[in-house]
């Protein structure tokens, strides 16, 4: 039984630690969409794994409420039979060690006459109080459950009063037929028949208390059945709930388990929602991130093409510029001939100049003589 709660508390422990590792893992958070799906598929293993040892506690847990609750219903159900072949033994016995002497003045006795002279107080209090605390196996329905314990111990108050009612009885019963087998062997041994005669007020007055006894014996026996009746019906509805006894450390430690097992299938449920979900969101976010992979493909393209019409573009102004620098050269080379032919134009014209006074001193040199003359 230590080591069942060590090995429980282990797993519960187990459990949290994984339960705080997981929420870590789904509450991490990246910056960017690439950092998010490659966060996600690193931390996927690693949160299946998680998922696998939650189903397999999960499983462990189950399978050990099941374990007890099948080890503690075929317990029980020997425990009631020991009880049961105990009180038949005792019945078996009874009529054996109270013997009446009048057979006609006794008169018949009741099912469970015998039963109770057998038991005692501690007998039937003790298989009584067994099925009330195996009434209070119902951890479904706690207020049920209350009700049928205070019915129970009502029933086994009463059930006491009669037990020591039937007690004294007994003890009566026994006293009489002690005094009675003692005439019986007095008159045997001496055959004086005045002997019994020597008693009959107090004969009178024994058979009157013994018929009182057994009236109230007759009632207080239909009261027992009645009271077994009751707890027949309490035990056959509460049965199959109800058939396990336990001490309270063991019904403690089933409850725990019980209420840690719901607690953890509910989060197993929500870490499965919250994992559904999240799958869904990154299947989204996958198709979007092939989306967008698609139109950066068709943009490639396209740019390539607007890449190769630039390259062309490109070689056409180069073509442009050359032509351009050409044309330079040629402009240029045609200034620097215009110049040339400026230059020999001034040069021509300069010669030209000089001549022209020359001949215009020559001139000038002529008309003077003649003027003279």
């Not at 374990?67 to 020991?82: D, V, W, Y």
Request: proline share 3%; hydrophobic share 30%.
């Amino acid at each position: 039984m230590f080591n069942k709660k060590i090995s429980t508390a282990l797993l519960i422990s187990e459990m949290d630690e994984n339960v705080k590792r997981m929420v870590n893992l789904i509450g991490e958070d990246a910056d960017s969409f690439a950092k998010k799906a490659e966060m996600y598929y690193q931390k996927r293993p690693e949160l299946l794994s998680l998922v696998d040892d939650f189903y397999r506690m999960y499983r462990s847990l189950s399978d050990r409420f099941d374990h007890a609750t099948g080890e503690l219903r075929k317990n029980i159900p020997s425990e009631i039979q020991s009880q049961t072949s105990c009180i038949s033994e005792v019945c078996s016995e009874l009529p054996f060690a109270c013997p009446s002497p009048d057979p006609r003045k006794s008169g018949p006795r009741a099912a469970g006459f015998d039963v109770f002279l057998g038991t005692g107080v501690n007998g039937t209090e003790l298989g009584y109080r067994e099925g009330d605390e195996s009434l209070n196996l119902d951890y479904e329905s706690e207020s049920d459950a209350s009700s049928v314990v205070h019915d129970d111990e009502t029933l086994l108050d009463r059930k006491n009063i009669l037990d020591v009612e039937l007690h004294s009885a007994k003890e009566k019963l026994r006293f009489h037929h002690e005094d009675n087998s003692d005439c019986s062997s007095t008159e045997s041994r001496n055959e004086n028949v005045e002997g019994i005669r020597l008693h009959p007020t107090s004969i009178a007055a024994f058979e009157e208390e013994l018929r009182d006894v057994k009236e109230k014996l007759q009632v207080s026996e239909e009261e027992v059945k009645n009271l077994r009746t009751q707890l027949s019906t309490y035990e056959s509805l509460y049965a199959p709930d109800h058939s396990l006894e336990l001490d309270a450390s063991e019904l403690e430690l089933f409850k725990k388990m019980v209420a840690e097992k719901a607690k953890l299938g509910a989060k197993v449920e929500e870490l499965t929602a919250e994992m559904t979900s999240k799958d869904d969101k990154m299947d989204s976010m996958c198709q979007h991130l092939h989306q967008l992979q698609m139109e950066h493909v068709k943009l490639m393209s396209e740019t390539k093409g607007e890449q190769e019409v630039a390259e062309e573009l490109r070689s056409r102004v180069e073509e442009l510029e050359a032509k351009i620098e050409q044309q330079q050269e040629i402009i240029l080379e045609g200034a620097e001939e215009k110049r040339q032919a400026i230059r020999q134009l001034c040069f021509s014209l300069e010669h030209y100049r000089s001549g022209y006074l020359r001949l215009r001193d020559v001139l000038n040199q002529l008309r003077t003589p003649v003027i003279v003359t």
